[in-house]
């Protein structure tokens, strides 16, 4: 089996991309043998689809190539084979940190911010469906996963993995044309082609390039002539079976204030997600960052940074970056000990006020005179809601607790109805004035 499996290798990869090669043929394992059956091992069950419309035959005729013998491919996937666990950190998953684009590289109009490549890509579990879409968007564009919907909690990779697409389709073709933009400047420049009378040149941007990356879409919620416009370019693109990939921070059925004729697009093709790296896949994003930055870091220190932090890759870069900084300050080499200092600031900061999300609860409870039962329960009358979601609001604000957690403790909510709150709230409390006072207020009272 083994040397099959070594002359299959060495054929295919004469017909692949790297890229390609690293995803679907180097993660396959070949298990065992059982009568004429080839038991192979994939990581998941999107790498098992295409295995089983892009390899299968190739096994089979390479078998036969091999020894006479046609060996019949049975794909496993890992996914499948894997008992359901959810532990507190998958529970973090969606953490939607309330600080949003914190300044990361963004070089847009087709611009790719040149670090943002497969190659620096590190795959996980929480990420390994995800990059294996993309993957194949960048082998096949227009023709397997169109458009490519990918999902997710802030800072966890989105920009990147879309932007590898666009590196990669480059670098097959370097004649491709590839356009990235975020959904807030597509607005931007939409706005301004309607002022300046150029809407022609606008359309003709972007109804005519090969692969379109567009960032962040929920943001396209409430903007309805942006929508009106999106519409058009979307199907322009999709009926010319070019490619489109968009990100979001959640899925397509909960982004608010878009026309469900566009939903529904969005969900034509793949929506994956991505969530937060478990431990081991932090520690090798350290890592490879250290190298990138030609840091000395012993591993205890990389794991102690990469304990600390588990929700957010761009605050786990962060983190690095600080403890640099600090080794570079007091002039000594990076060791655990000094990490520990380093982050003890971040820390305390992240625990903010030591408040907790049943204290705010109760505050609110009594500010608006209902009971914890009725915050926590299922009523839907306004005079329960609105204490609830300010309650929602205000523990994302002023706890470190995720999504997830804060949906616990009340009552097992999902972590998409804590998102809704707290969007909910952040829009009244600009708009309503009432609001606004009472939000206040209840701050006021809890850092007291
Ligand atoms: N799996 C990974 N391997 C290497 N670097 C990663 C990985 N995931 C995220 N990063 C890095 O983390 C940082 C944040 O990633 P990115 O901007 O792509 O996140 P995002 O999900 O698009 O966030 P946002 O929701 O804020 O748009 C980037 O510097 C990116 O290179």
Not at 41 to 49: A, C, D, G, I, N
Not at 280 to 289: D, H, Q, S, V
């Amino acid at each position: 089996m083994n040397d099959f499996w070594t002359y299959f290798k060495n054929k295919i990869k004469k017909s692949l991309s790297s890229t390609a090669f690293d995803t679907w043929i180097s993660t396959a394992k070949p298990q065992y043998i059982e009568g004429s059956n080839l038991h192979i091992l994939v990581p998941s069950e999107l790498h098992k689809t295409y295995w089983q419309k892009k390899f299968v035959n190739e096994i089979v005729l390479d078998s036969y190539e091999f020894n006479g013998i046609e060996l019949n491919p049975v794909i496993e996937d890992q996914d499948t084979r894997k008992p359901e666990t959810t532990t507190e950190e998958e529970n973090q998953q969606n953490d939607n940190a309330a600080q949003n684009n914190d300044g990361g590289e963004v070089f847009e109009n087709s611009h790719l911010n040149p670090k943002y490549t497969f190659d620096t890509f590190i795959v996980g579990d929480a990420n390994n469906m995800a990059h294996a879409a993309a993957v194949a968007a960048a082998g096949e564009p227009g023709e397997i996963y169109n458009p490519l919907f990918i999902y997710g909690g802030v800072g966890l990779g989105k920009t990147h993995l879309m932007q590898a697409i666009g590196h990669e389709m480059m670098n097959n073709n370097p004649q491709a044309r590839v356009k990235y933009v975020t959904s807030e400047n597509f607005t931007n420049e939409l706005i301004y082609s309607i002022q300046h009378s150029t809407q022609k040149a606008f359309r003709e941007e972007y109804r005519n390039v090969d692969l379109l990356l567009i960032d962040d879409i929920q943001f396209l919620g409430n903007k309805e002539k942006t929508q009106e416009e999106f519409f058009h370019t979307f199907n322009k693109l999709h009926e010319n079976n070019k490619q489109i990939v968009m990100t979001s921070d959640r899925l397509p059925n909960d982004i608010n204030n878009i026309e469900a004729r566009l939903v529904s697009r969005f969900k034509w093709g793949l929506s994956v997600d991505i969530t937060a790296p478990d431990l081991e896949t932090r520690i090798a994003i350290l890592r490879n960052k250290a190298e990138a930055e030609k840091l000395e870091i012993p591993d205890d220190a990389l794991s102690y940074i990469a304990q600390q932090i588990n929700t957010n890759v761009r605050e786990l870069e962060g983190a690095l970056l600080r403890v640099q900084a600090y080794s570079t300050m007091k002039n000594t080499d990076i060791d655990k000990s000094l990490a520990a200092d380093a982050l003890k600031a971040l820390k305390l900061a992240k625990s903010k006020s030591g408040l907790t999300v049943s204290t705010i609860q109760s505050k609110v409870c009594k500010y608006y005179h209902i009971t914890i039962a009725d915050l926590k329960g299922k009523k839907r009358v306004k005079s329960i809601v609105l204490p609830r979601q300010i309650a929602m609001y205000l523990s994302r604000e002023l706890t470190d607790k995720s999504l997830p957690q804060i949906g616990m403790e009340f009552g097992g909510k999902d972590h998409t109805t804590v998102m809704h709150s707290c969007d909910k709230i952040t829009e009244l409390v600009v708009s309503d004035e009432e609001v606004k006072q009472a939000v206040e207020e209840l701050k006021d009272e809890l850092k007291n």
